[in-house]
């Protein structure tokens, strides 16, 4: 799936903007205007632009309309709408007829409209359905309470909804280019750039321009190599982007890419030939006002903030990020573990330990539909140098190994990069660590157990990690550790909660692992203070933040970038 671009033969419009937005029933169809409607901005999460309760809350379908100006476009071209992401079920009406539909709140949904239905003026409708059960990603439970539905989630962030990301109308030819494919492998002073391009056009030229827009290789075929003589390879810090150009007889598109090489050797991470070690964070898609709105300033501020901490990566927790934050590191030379929205799977055995639920066979397939789409969609990022493919699953129940084989071996089938599972269970219970290439350990002693008690925390790391290493013999990465703590809340001597105890936590955490030679990273939970459902141990979000949800640094995060500076 290629991002809508514009150039001599493509247009993009932005509908982004203000929309008119009611909540619907169960069996609504957008046959008429849309009734008692109010005003709504897009991209945006609704809950909390809104003072109503009832909408903030709201449990099933809600639906988005605007009324579109269409320009007159060449009767040999395809008229095409992509919504980046909307939550989580999506169907689009046009004129009141349907076009299509999508489930995956985190993933993008790309439409051809049909050329009998292109009109001057178009009612254009989205229908979204929030509800998680267990043919979604993330999975969830309906409940009823009181006669009213009620979401059940098994994760910690808020169910936030709505259309999330740009809505983007575009044009492209017939016969258009409809996937690029590059993958880079270097040798010495030499680049070898393959690529595949999928089109049923004529290929005219397919040509690799450096960041001067220098011709710097070319071929006429439709899959080939191009090689390319002293690249500047893309790095940590330096993301240095070529973009590959083809040309067909009625098409162009034109793919940024970088050169570079992940792999992983004897237990450590390499990026060109070189050992890295992972610094930064798991994150979230979560602001004030907008909630899990994509919008580029807020955008540039993290990313920025993660090279003012000295941070070298994130993992995008727990569902695939904006593109817009993808290209970003590209262009920042900033390391991304891609995740996908499975966050809290259970396998229904009879330990029911965690909680309850029933993942099945209609799940898992849902979970290999959104692993494709995403290869699909950021398979050319170099910033992405690895996938998760899980979060905190109850892996050591029976069913969690016939189920994690399918999908690992399918995600091989559409990515070389390494492949990482999140786990929170022991290494002596674990069924399915042995499949993946990395191994990330969620961590909370001296928080979830042993809360306060902050001298068990290097004896506890040790022992748990040694023995991850000792059953599995794979590279570990500690993917979570961090304590709540209220901005501006101090004690000496420290006590939970306060930020002194954040800085004392987070430093303990460094040093029981620092002389783990197996261990290829650390990122600290979390980026920043995020929503959440409403609970006794969750104050107004989980603020585990070394940011506050505003993005104003705690106390930690001046400690911790001091710890990185030289890392
Ligand atoms: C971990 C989860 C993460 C939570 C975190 C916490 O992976 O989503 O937010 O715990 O409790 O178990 O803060």
Not at 171 to 189: A, F, G, L, S
Not at 226 to 247: A, F, N, Q, S
Not at 390 to 398: D, G, S
């Amino acid at each position: 799936m290629l991002y809508p671009i514009q150039n001599q033969k493509r247009l993009t419009m932005s509908l982004n903007g203000i929309w008119n937005f009611s909540i619907v029933d169960e069996y609504y169809e957008p046959r008429f205007l849309l009734k008692d409607s109010i005003l709504m901005a897009v991209p945006s999460s609704y809950n909390d632009l809104v003072v109503d309760k009832a909408v903030a809350n709201h449990v099933g379908l809600v639906c988005y309309e605007k009324i579109i100006e269409v320009p007159k476009i060449i009767s040999n071209e395809e008229l095409r709408i992509r919504i980046g992401a909307a939550t989580h079920k999506t169907s689009v009406y046009i004129n009141g007829v349907k076009i299509g539909d999508h489930n995956g709140g985190f993933l993008p949904i790309d439409l051809m409209i049909p050329f009998e239905m292109i009109d001057d003026t178009l009612r254009l409708s989205i229908v979204l359905d929030n509800r998680l059960d267990y043919e979604t990603l993330p999975i969830g439970q309906i409940g009823v309470k009181n006669g009213l539905e009620k979401q059940i989630i098994y994760y910690d962030f808020a169910n936030l909804s709505g259309i999330h990301r740009d809505v983007i109308l575009y044009t492209r030819p017939k016969n258009p280019i409809e996937d690029i494919y590059i993958t880079t492998k270097i040798e010495d002073d030499l680049a070898y750039v393959s690529y595949q391009v999928f089109t049923e056009g004529k290929i005219k030229l397919v040509s690799i321009k450096d960041m001067n827009q220098q011709v710097v290789g070319f071929s006429s075929d439709q899959d080939g190599m191009i090689v390319v003589h002293k690249p500047h390879l893309w790095d940590i810090g330096y993301g240095y982007l070529y973009t590959l150009e083809v040309v067909t007889e009625s098409d162009m598109y034109q793919e940024r890419f970088g050169i570079r090489e992940i792999e992983i050797k004897n237990n450590q991470l390499f990026l060109n030939k070189k050992k890295i070690y992972l610094k930064g964070f798991g994150m979230h898609e979560d602001h004030l006002i907008i909630g899990k709105g994509a919008n580029s300033a807020f955008h540039i501020k993290d990313m920025n903030l993660l090279n003012w901490i000295c941070a070298n990566s994130f993992r995008t927790s727990h569902y695939p990020y904006a593109e817009e934050i993808y290209d970003l590191a590209d262009q920042m030379g900033i390391l991304i573990i891609n995740e996908i929205p499975a966050v809290g799977l259970n396998f229904w055995s009879e330990e029911k330990v965690f909680v309850p639920g029933k993942v099945d066979e209609r799940t898992k397939k849902v979970h290999m539909n959104q692993l494709t789409e995403l290869v699909q969609r950021d398979k050319n990022h170099p910033s992405v140098i690895m996938y998760s493919l899980a979060n905190e699953a109850n892996t050591h129940e029976e069913g969690a190994y016939s189920y994690f084989k399918d999908v690992f071996s399918h995600m091989r089938t559409l990515t070389n990069l390494p492949l990482m599972i999140v786990e929170w269970v022991n290494a002596e219970v674990n069924r399915v660590a042995s499949l993946a290439d990395v191994i990330g350990l969620n961590r909370y002693f001296s928080w979830y157990s042993e809360f306060g008690e902050l001298d068990v925390i290097e004896e506890r790391i040790k022992n748990d990690f040694q023995s991850y290493y000792d059953k599995f013999k794979k590279p570990i990465m500690l993917t979570e550790f961090g304590a709540d703590t209220i901005a501006g809340l101090h004690a000496l001597p420290s006590v939970p909660f306060s930020e002194e105890f954040q800085v004392e936590f987070l430093a303990l955490y460094q040093q029981a692992i620092s002389n783990l030679d197996y261990v290829i990273g650390e990122h600290v939970w979390n980026f920043a203070d995020f929503m959440t459902k409403q609970g006794l141990t969750r104050f107004n979000g989980n603020k585990k933040g070394v940011f506050s949800r505003d993005r104003q640094p705690k106390m930690v995060a001046h400690f911790l970038r001091e710890s990185w500076k030289n890392k």
